[in-house]
């Protein structure tokens, strides 16, 4: 079992009365990556992620960093045009040409080893670790909380959002089911507070379009990272996403406690 101790980040709203902190509230951001990297990676340890790269044979090539960027779908190749912005002349700057000859496909041509060794040796660097970051939260983080704000939900569904975000992007692609997608589904299902609903009840509908959405891809059949994860914080009625956090993914168990 995986245990992470955090300090001041125990309440949605404080014993002051305070307001909530949101997904983007630092401590609260640091959660939700340890919750992304049990399920990505089997670890709580998120900053171990930089360097991690393999094919886990989904049909996206290779998937890479901290939430899982992708040859295929072309997040990969604007980290590393990124890191090429920073950075003129790093050792991953040779491959863009192939990175952009492979976006679409699970095809490794003009990448191979010499790709992956260079990218586990490029997150030594803080530029290349700043540019995941900046990838991240442009494309994943911040649209995924500003969608969730705009809903009404509270931190647990901001999160709820960005995994499914970081999992199956924002629209839908050949053979998969995107967040837009499982969304609107959930909104055809029951109304979001910012509607007047009841706030579990909709995270619920979301989490149940999800994993209907999550079997239809073999590579995703294992709905763990929902029904005893999210599903349990759901039921425990942690909306702000409070501490202590215990959950499991894939067979593994976890926990966040607070100190």
Known sequence: MAVSVLSGCSAAGSAKGGPEA?????AKKEIAMQLVSSAENSSLDWKAQYKYIEDIGDGRGYTAGIIGFCSGTGDM???VE???AARPGNPLERFLPALRAVRGSDAHDGLGRPFTEAWAEAAADPAFRSAQDAERDR???????ARAEADGLGTLGQFIYYDAYVMHGYGDTDGTVGFRTI????LAATAPPARGGDEAAYLNAFLDAR???MRKEPSHSDTSRI??????????GRLGLETPLRWRVYGDGYRIDAR
């Open 211 to 213: 994993v209907a959405a």
């Open 139 to 145: 494309s994943y983080f911040d649209p995924a909380v």
């Open 82 to 84: 990124r890191y090429a």
């Open 77 to 79: 190749l604007k980290v």
């Open 183 to 186: 969304r609107r589904e959930a």
């Open 227 to 236: 029904e005893t994860a999210q599903r349990v914080f759901v039921r425990e």
């Open 22 to 26: 949101g997904l983007d509230d630092p």
